[in-house]
């Protein structure tokens, strides 16, 4: 018997109109000036290769130059808040009482808009943003954005009612000492791989000293109960990265929450040449047509995105494999074995894990965890090393929502 807990949620209709409708309330806040209007692909694909393949020469200022700052406004912000959303609903960010949330390189305010987007049921909850940028631009026009669409757009509320939210900006650099009170959420989005793009890019000592710092001062501004979420675009890189923060974490006391089902060594770190990275590939069937088409001419077509994330607690939280059972997390898409058998690659306590059927393996949803039965043997994969799990012919059981009141992972 499997039982299945899906990590991405499809989105809501109300949640996909939302990412609708945030495209024309961009429009609308920051008009665009002719000269840059015909130019936006163009731009939009300079800021791509800045922000990947050419991460030496990016010094930050991207943010304040005003053709590049509109490429990130009207492509990276959306697909970021994309991303976003299918993974939110399932950190189960509970508000009772009131909730400090610091956003750590928050740009244009992308987290709190992807909140209020993708959390709707959070909207009157008193929630207490802390946004931190060294870029002050990038802070203001986000404070500018984040009001239209929480005040004058389709997603804001009606009949004069008011959100509990509180938003505050700090221009700062990260590390910089601030009055921030402790955070019950700790979120670094997208900013980690800009903090090591100077390291030397291959080995691994400089940046696991980096991690090793980032961890401590991230532990250092959330709450004795707090939780701590840093998301990645899921390259190789920055899920090393990832990897070490989360090695780090481990060593300071904290508990892993997600993705890992497990608390040993991360079997997908992607530092070697060739070795897996853990990472997980959305779909885009659900974006805003616009944002596909505004990709496409940038000559960035996207058929899926992907994401790399961890969050930890503060909190110590219970052994995750129940006795007898193993859970396994799936990472991959489904891929040919021989014998015209499908496979796909997962992490469970075991560490690596290849997951060997019909096509009962592709059914399961990207970053579900797979509670299922300890195999008997062991057999390891030849190629990969991986512990080979034999999936039975047809899924036994239907797909399990996280359970109400618990967390999903
Ligand atoms: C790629 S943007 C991400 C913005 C937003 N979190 C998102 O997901 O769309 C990275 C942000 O981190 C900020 N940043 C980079 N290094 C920083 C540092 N050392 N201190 C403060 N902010 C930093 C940049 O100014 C930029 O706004």
């Given at each position: 018997?499997?039982?299945?807990?899906?990590?991405?949620?499809?989105?809501?209709?109300?949640?996909?109109?939302?990412?609708?409708?945030?495209?024309?309330?961009?429009?609308r806040?920051f008009?665009?000036?002719?000269?840059?209007s015909?130019?936006?692909?163009?731009?939009?694909?300079?800021?791509?290769?800045?922000l990947?393949?050419?991460?030496?020469?990016?010094?930050?200022?991207?943010?304040?130059?005003?053709?590049?700052?509109?490429?990130?406004?009207r492509?990276?912000?959306?697909?970021?808040?994309?991303?976003?959303?299918r993974?939110?609903?399932?950190?189960?960010?509970?508000?009772?009482?009131?909730?400090?949330?610091?956003?750590?390189g928050?740009?244009p305010?992308?987290?709190?808009?992807?909140?209020?987007?993708?959390?709707?049921?959070l909207?009157?909850?008193?929630?207490?943003?802390?946004c931190?940028d060294?870029?002050?631009?990038?802070?203001?026009?986000?404070?500018?954005?984040?009001?239209?669409?929480?005040?004058?757009?389709?997603?804001?509320?009606?009949?004069?009612?008011?959100?509990?939210?509180?938003?505050?900006?700090?221009?700062?650099?990260l590390?910089?000492?601030?009055?921030?009170?402790?955070?019950?959420?700790?979120c670094?989005?997208?900013v980690?791989?800009?903090?090591?793009?100077?390291?030397p890019?291959?080995?691994?000592?400089?940046l696991?000293?980096?991690?090793?710092?980032?961890?401590?001062?991230?532990?250092?501004?959330?709450?004795?109960s707090?939780?701590?979420l840093?998301?990645?675009?899921g390259a190789?890189?920055?899920?090393?990265?990832?990897?070490l923060?989360?090695?780090?974490?481990?060593e300071?006391?904290?508990?892993?929450?997600?993705?890992?089902p497990s608390?040993?060594?991360?079997?997908?770190?992607?530092?070697?040449r060739g070795?897996?990275?853990?990472h997980?590939?959305?779909?885009?069937?659900?974006?805003?047509?616009?944002?596909?088409?505004?990709s496409?001419?940038?000559?960035?077509?996207?058929?899926?995105?992907?994401?790399?994330?961890l969050?930890?607690?503060?909190?110590?939280?219970?052994?995750?494999?129940?006795?007898?059972?193993?859970?396994v997390?799936?990472i991959?898409?489904?891929?040919?074995?021989?014998?015209?058998?499908?496979?796909?690659?997962?992490?469970c306590?075991?560490?690596?894990?290849?997951?060997?059927?019909?096509?009962?393996?592709?059914?399961?949803g990207?970053?579900?965890?797979?509670?299922?039965?300890?195999?008997?043997?062991t057999?390891?994969?030849a190629?990969?090393g991986?512990?080979?799990?034999?999936?039975?012919?047809?899924r036994?059981?239907p797909?399990?929502p996280?359970?109400p009141?618990?967390?999903?992972?």
């Amino acid at each position: 018997m499997i039982v299945e807990s899906p990590l991405f949620q499809p989105l809501s209709a109300g949640v996909r109109r939302g990412i609708e409708e945030l495209l024309p309330v961009i429009d609308r806040t920051f008009p665009l000036k002719r000269r840059f209007s015909s130019a936006l692909p163009k731009n939009i694909s300079r800021l791509s290769a800045l922000l990947t393949k050419e991460r030496s020469e990016l010094d930050g200022s991207y943010m304040s130059d005003p053709a590049l700052f509109n490429a990130y406004l009207r492509c990276f912000l959306p697909w970021n808040v994309f991303r976003l959303s299918r993974l939110l609903p399932a950190l189960r960010l509970e508000a009772a009482g009131g909730m400090e949330i610091i956003d750590l390189g928050s740009g244009p305010l992308t987290l709190p808009v992807a909140v209020w987007i993708a959390l709707p049921e959070l909207r009157r909850a008193p929630l207490r943003f802390h946004c931190v940028d060294r870029n002050g631009s990038a802070l203001e026009a986000g404070a500018k954005l984040f009001r239209a669409l929480s005040v004058e757009s389709a997603l804001s509320f009606k009949s004069g009612e008011k959100s509990g939210w509180r938003i505050k900006t700090y221009r700062a650099a990260l590390g910089e000492r601030l009055k921030l009170p402790p955070a019950a959420l700790v979120c670094a989005v997208n900013v980690s791989n800009e903090l090591f793009q100077k390291l030397p890019q291959a080995g691994t000592a400089a940046l696991a000293v980096n991690a090793k710092k980032f961890a401590g001062s991230l532990a250092g501004i959330a709450a004795d109960s707090g939780r701590i979420l840093v998301v990645e675009p899921g390259a190789p890189r920055p899920a090393q990265f990832l990897s070490l923060l989360r090695a780090a974490f481990l060593e300071g006391g904290l508990s892993v929450e997600a993705p890992c089902p497990s608390s040993r060594a991360c079997a997908m770190s992607g530092g070697r040449r060739g070795q897996k990275w853990c990472h997980f590939n959305i779909d885009v069937d659900d974006a805003p047509p616009l944002l596909r088409k505004l990709s496409a001419a940038a000559a960035l077509p996207k058929d899926k995105v992907t994401l790399s994330f961890l969050l930890v607690s503060k909190k110590a939280l219970p052994e995750k494999n129940a006795p007898g059972l193993l859970d396994v997390r799936v990472i991959s898409d489904a891929f040919s074995l021989p014998g015209g058998m499908r496979g796909r690659y997962a992490c469970c306590e075991r560490g690596l894990a290849l997951l060997s059927g019909g096509g009962a393996v592709e059914k399961y949803g990207q970053g579900s965890l797979l509670r299922l039965q300890i195999p008997e043997k062991t057999v390891r994969d030849a190629k990969s090393g991986a512990l080979v799990i034999d999936l039975p012919a047809e899924r036994e059981s239907p797909p399990k929502p996280g359970l109400p009141g618990s967390r999903s992972f």
